[in-house]
């Protein structure tokens, strides 16, 4: 099966490996920001709330300007200077005694995410074709997860909050693993150039750019998509699914520990079964099956809120099975939403594309905090929970629409037949009789994204 998964480049191969390694880094720091500036550095916890939001506005603020030198000077001319400015902040964090020391390495680990993320998705789009692209972003999402639970495990035996030593270590580890990535593209000079060469003849002309990728319909539509899924979905899960399971199901911290490991549980053991299962069957659809998917997880964790802890076993059960639930339906964005983003993307705009795309975690991750911490916080958890189902709806609706507005190759449904899998019950379920105007003709491949970044 992993086999079948791997991409045929093996430039593509020695990103996916690379993407691990950065992962694990990422993995021994991303549970502890705030606990280290809060308990280490005696930093106010609203103040620490206030430079970790910073971070998220940074990658805001530059991640238009990346998308589009991506597409004015190559991925690699971009990416290679920002790892490192990237693997500084990161690494200056633990030397951060003061707020105003935390607030510099934070804008410069935004400064470079901001623009990372997207330039990683453009190069990794260029080195695929289109039969294998979904496969290879469903398996970037199994390594990216993969490698953040190994560093979370391996971050837990090291820091000790009596020790600031400990974080000091971690956080240096995590700056030296941005060198993985960046050896790797530097070792492969044919990587991450420039798509579409400069056209001498067109100087006077104005040259593509955002107008014209906001001028496209099909994409505007999978932004609005996106958006609405990640403020409903993954914003809520990092915030208002921790205080929904404490404060209203009544759980301990560690049944929330065990949730987030079921989450990576799942991912990692089923994204490549997931990759084969989806392959010939509309992005579409499935991307509004990822709408419902979620929804249906946060229905999981009103249960536990109904118990409201006169039953600890069934609170714990439900907690956890929302987080798993959850899981099933990253599985599916994963390899879908980038691959499709990617589809309807130009080589000249890719970039712009992209980094468009990478922006809707950082808008996801400003939004869902402020709304579930004051609602969840305020007693009113249940017009939170009604909110986040009704989006995660809401996105599968989106989904549905863009089926129409999009061709059936960038639905992924014009695969060659050869590569088809035999029909299932879901395949039944997702794929009802073809309508007039021919959209359903038999098919085989499809794949996208979503960072968190």
Known sequence: MLHNVLP??????????ATFFSATGRGLTLPFMFIYLTKVRDIPSGTAGLIIAWLAVCALTIGPIGGWAVDRYGARRVLLPL????????????????AWQALLSV????????????ANNTILSSVTDGLERQKTFGLSFALLNLGIGTGTVIAGAIVDLDRPGTFQLIYLI???????????????????????????????????????????????????FSIVLTISGYAQIEVGFTAFSIDVAHVGPQTVAYAFTANTLVIVLAQLFVVRLIQGRSRTRLLSLVGVIM??????????GAVDGRNLAISAVAVIACAAVFASGETLLSPISPTLLNALAT???????????S????????????????????GHSTI??????????????????????ITPDQDGRAAPAATSLAPTALEAHLAPPSPADGRDLPTTSRRAVPDRS
């Open 384 to 405: 939170w929970l009604a909110l986040t189902v009704a989006g995660c709806l809401t996105a599968a609706l989106l989904s549905a629409s863009l089926r129409k507005v």
């Open 174 to 224: 995590d700056a030296c693993l941005y060198l993985v990535p960046f050896i790797n593209l530097l070792t492969m000079p044919g990587v991450g150039r420039r798509i579409v060469a400069a056209d001498a003849t067109a100087t006077q002309q104005r040259q593509p750019g955002y107008r014209e990728v906001f001028a496209h319909r099909g994409f505007r539509r999978l932004l609005a």
């Open 83 to 98: 790892l490192l400015v990237e693997a500084a902040g990161v690494g200056s964090v633990g030397f951060a005694h003061t």
């Open 295 to 304: 929804a249906a997880s946060w229905l999981v964790l009103g249960v536990a």
């Open 347 to 357: 080589d000249e705009l890719r970039g712009r594309f992209n980094a468009l795309g």
């Open 8 to 17: 045929h480049r093996p430039e593509a191969r020695r990103l996916l490996a």
């Open 359 to 378: 922006m809707v975690w950082g808008i996801s991750g400003i939004v869902g905090p402020i709304t579930a911490a004051p609602l969840i916080g305020g």
């Open 107 to 118: 804008t410069l680990i935004g400064a470079g995410s901001g623009v990372v993320w997207a």
